[in-house]
């Protein structure tokens, strides 16, 4: 197959919603899009400051000069693998500095990276490759008792048109794959990667994408049935990457940790690793998030800023508090940027007197807008706003139920659009018409009030979603697979309150017949349908039958009621 036939993959109209041609124009004219790709990027920070370290994980420590040739190596490795611009590959590695080089190698190929959490199963993936139309999965090492390379030969057994696994680490194959897998370390070439071509776009003859074009697909929480994929072009996201690491403070000397899985959007760019990178600053991977991993990290790295979620600031806030005073140098962190679910002021007011840092409020979306609070922001606005959109040109509307703008300050549905919001999801043109207004307008699915300063503060959430402490669960793709239980007749998942993570998922269940539900083996039947751990219900319910609103439909906010009535109740056994 010629190399102009396989370029015929790339993405169509039938696939994304494009920007609207004068809308591109305005954010080129407006010097939001610069006409930068990931490619060129990575590319030029190594030629400005080739020996700088970049990457630093375990052992790893990559510096720019090396993350460049290794992204080199890979993306004509991966072109001989017959992997080309506009084919969709399902990522699915932790934080190891493969994670940036597999990023880099496909964007400069025009391969698009599908993003994938590590706690994702077999549900979850076989539907990224075959919604995506995968051409490669690639995964990583084994993480306790999970080898994901089973995983793989499942998804392989049920995603025929699969073609390739890639195996960050050790390749054996499994005896139940149906096709060997590939080694990462064996399809980086030896010989000498010819950069001109790499980087020349196709019509000169070479693989480089358009900075207009898709670079990768980001997962949505989501509140249907089925994981929604969000299409972000080069010149939208590398501008996020640019404000952001403006707005954060990062410079060539700063240090990002990365603490949450690094495939989120949020530990990705917000700045995130690309960010970071974007600045021509260090990132440094952690493997795991918890205090006694990351806080000493933190001291030998000279770390100045980090991304977390509520409750991991507050794990970490108590583990400093608690500590002898010393134990672990915190000088060198200037800003703790927590985001992803709402956090309580009261959380907020510690970071400063306990860590030493500015708190940055962080409220974004894979879909697109990012709000912060500013660094110089005084610490009212800090504590209790979830900060300003990013860009000049964020557009942002408060609405009531008809759409009808509400007055500044009250509490109503966030609709947002502008420079670097998605105009569409990813192969989804029903779900689109109802997420999106004619319009553009982005439906987030928030509510929220602003400020006389434009400030954003979160009240709630109208979408059908559990935000578990910043891991969203969409309420019905879990029902699905309760209902599939032949002793469930009907089911419904709500939030229910928790001190640590704020949410917790709470299953109602209407049995079949006169059995009593089994809650242990409903949430043991959830798992073995291959879903990620963290979307199980954590407690199940049993109901005579669900409550319905006036219009018929399940009253999710009587059975939120319910559950935080049966939690306050004592127990009876
Ligand atoms: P997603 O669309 O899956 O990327 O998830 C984005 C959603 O996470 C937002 O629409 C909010 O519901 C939630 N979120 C993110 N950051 C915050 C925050 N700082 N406070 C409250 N909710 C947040
Ligand atoms: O929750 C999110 O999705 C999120 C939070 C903060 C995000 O996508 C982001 C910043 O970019």
Redesign the pocket.
Known sequence: MSDTERLGTTLDARDVVPWPPALAARWRALGYWRGETFGSMLRERAVARPDHVAVVAGRERWTYGELDDRADRLAVGLRTLGIAAGDRVVLQLGNVAEFAEVCFALLRIGALPVFALPPHRHAEIAYFCAHAEATAYVIGLPDGRFDPRDLAAEVQATVPALEHVIVAGDAATPAAASRPFVALDDLRTTGEPDRGRIDAHAEGGGWAPRSSDVALLQLS?GSTGVPKLIPRTHDEYLYTLRRSAELCGLTPDGVYLAVLPVA???PL??PGIMGTLYAGGRVVLAPDPSPATALPLIERERVTITGVVPPLALTWLDAVAGSRAGRDDLTSLAVLQV??AKLSAAVARRVRPTLGCTLQQ?????EGL?SYTRLDDDEQTIVTTQGRPMAEHDELRVVDDDDRDLPLGATGHLLTRGPYTIRGYYRAPVHNARAFTPGGWYRTGDLVRLTPEGGIVVEGREKDQINRG?EKVAAEEIENHLLAHPAVHDAAVVAMPDPYLDERTCAFVVPRGDAAVDGPALRRFVRERGVAAFKVPDRVEQIGALPRTNVGKVSKQDLRAEIVRRLSRPAED
Request: charged share 0%; net charge neutral.
């Open positions: 929480g989120h959007n949020y760019s917000s985001g992803g962080v409220f974004g979306m894979a990012v910043g």
